[in-house]
């Protein structure tokens, strides 16, 4: 026990919003909670979809796990799985818009399904699947992942034990310098030690930063957000956004296709961070695949809990090429 000294940060406790009422692992990334969720189901081979963070695909490779790739249409749906019994199929809920019930249709005909939720915090974990959340994409945090279903806790005493404030830093950057110059160069080194890192149980610092978050609040303002920019934006979207969502779906962006590749300069010299996704797709795949024609349009708007509408008014006006406030003074 220690008593007195310096004043450490006190947060708020006994908010976390996966707790200890369900099997659940509490790791330190979510490609990490990929491949540990693999390795409960037993399988020797997983099949992964085209349209995949490549970081998912190195991590399986590292483990020398043998891996199958499946594409999709236009409307997310997979067009190519063959999956066997004893293999894993992974699916992923895109850009948190993807309802509970949506993933439950598309695991249905699988016998090891795995739903990667790390774009979809806030999705209710689907019986008889094993659930994968990323903390960091939704809650001011330097990692962490959880992994849901039925005997996650396997194998989590195997592993060592996490320490994410020598690279969490970036996080107090953040505040007084921004996320530009040295808030960025921080947050490099905790990318970095994250890539090198393998699976991990979460930081004690994690778990006490996801213990003192307001999930209900950050719930409404991303709902609230999204329908706006969907108001706004809907008529020039190559995509429904909406067309898997339902009342309990909490998008982690507003995913915003359109045919110019202009656009998503404008945004970047306007100050929105947040370029396209999976870029590395576009030199894999051919220029008539779905893979390649999303990878290269989707924008995916920022509408999370810190912004409102006239953070999303500004981003519209820059997509739609019109003078911003401080440009027409």
Avoid at 11 to 34: F, H, M, P, V
Avoid at 214 to 221: F, G, Q, R, V
Wanted: glycine share 6%; net charge negative.
């Amino acid at each position: 026990m220690e008593i007195g000294s310096f004043i450490e940060l006190q947060l708020r406790k006994g908010s976390e919003w996966y707790d200890q009422t369900t099997d659940i692992a509490r790791l330190n990334t979510a490609r990490q909670g990929i491949w540990h969720a693999f390795r409960v189901t037993g399988c020797k081979r997983i099949w992964i979809p085209v349209y995949q963070c490549d970081s998912i695909r190195e991590t399986f490779e590292k483990h020398g796990v043998e891996m199958k790739f499946y594409h999709q249409d236009r409307n997310f749906n997979p067009t190519d799985i063959a999956a066997e019994e004893d293999d894993a199929v992974l699916l992923c809920n895109y850009y948190g818009i993807m309802s509970a019930e949506r993933m439950r249709f598309l695991a249905r005909t699988f016998a090891h399904p795995i739903i990667d939720c790390a774009q979809a915090f806030f999705c209710k974990p689907l019986e008889g699947a094993l659930n994968v959340y990323s903390c960091r994409k939704f809650v001011g945090a330097p990692d962490g992942a959880y992994v849901v279903g039925k005997d996650a806790h396997l194998f989590v005493e195997e592993y060592p034990q996490c320490y994410s404030s020598d690279t969490a830093a970036f996080l107090l950057k953040r505040i007084e310098y921004g996320c530009e110059g040295k808030g960025y160069e921080a947050r490099g080194l905790n990318e970095s030690r994250i890539d090198h890192e393998g699976c991990m149980k979460m930081s004690k610092l994690t778990r006490v930063l996801m213990d003192a978050e307001d999930y209900d609040y950050n719930i409404k303002k991303r709902k609230e957000n999204f329908a706006y920019a969907h108001e706004l934006l809907g008529s020039i979207n190559r995509i429904d956004p909406t067309m898997y969502m339902d009342d309990g779906t909490v998008p982690m962006v507003y995913p915003l296709v359109v045919e110019e590749d202009a656009c998503i300069r404008r945004l970047f010299e306007a100050k929105h961070f947040q370029g396209h996704w999976w870029s590395y797709i576009c030199g894999e795949q051919p220029e008539d695949s779905f893979e390649y024609w999303i990878s290269r349009y989707v924008i995916p708007i920022t509408i999370d809990q810190r912004y409102g509408k006239e953070e999303i008014d500004y981003l519209v006006n820059v997509i739609r090429n019109r003078p911003t406030e401080s440009e027409s003074e």
